[in-house]
């Protein structure tokens, strides 16, 4: 299974991203996927997560009505909107997969991207 993340960049605070995971070796309907953010010095935290079974879907809860996670089956691609971003939002953000029907928000994924860069600052 790979995961290629895509989307990163700087934005000024109240700015908006799309990030894209784009999965090849297996399919959206048998993995769940998640993203993580990483900030230097600390663990890889969950941020979003979407089920292979129902594409239901998990948040940090601080992040709900500012980020929302989707994926598009055909494309075998997760997607995560980021609205409203802050320099508190800055990190790596990996996406993840499970070969699981529901997803999860804790570092228990044995799939990983390389991570896309996310930088909030004015």
């Known amino acids: 299974l790979q995961l290629v993340e895509s989307g990163g960049g700087v934005v000024h605070p109240g700015g908006s991203l799309r990030l894209s995971c784009a999965v090849s070796?297996?399919?959206?309907?048998?993995?769940?996927i998640a993203w993580f953010r990483q900030v230097p010095g600390e663990n890889r935290a969950g941020v979003a997560c979407?089920?292979?079974?129902?594409?239901?879907?998990a948040y940090d809860d601080p992040l709900k009505g500012r980020f929302t996670i989707s994926k598009d089956n055909a494309r075998n691609t997760v997607y995560l909107q980021m609205n409203g971003l802050q320099p508190e939002d800055t990190g790596v953000y990996y996406c993840?997969?499970?070969?699981?029907?529901?997803?999860?928000?804790?570092?228990?994924?044995?799939?990983w991207g390389q991570g896309t860069q996310v930088t909030v600052s004015s």
């Open positions: 070796g297996g399919t959206l309907d048998t993995y769940s």
């Open positions: 979407i089920n292979s079974s129902d594409g239901g879907t």
């Open positions: 993840a997969a499970e070969r699981n029907k529901w997803c999860r928000l804790r570092d228990v994924y044995a799939n």
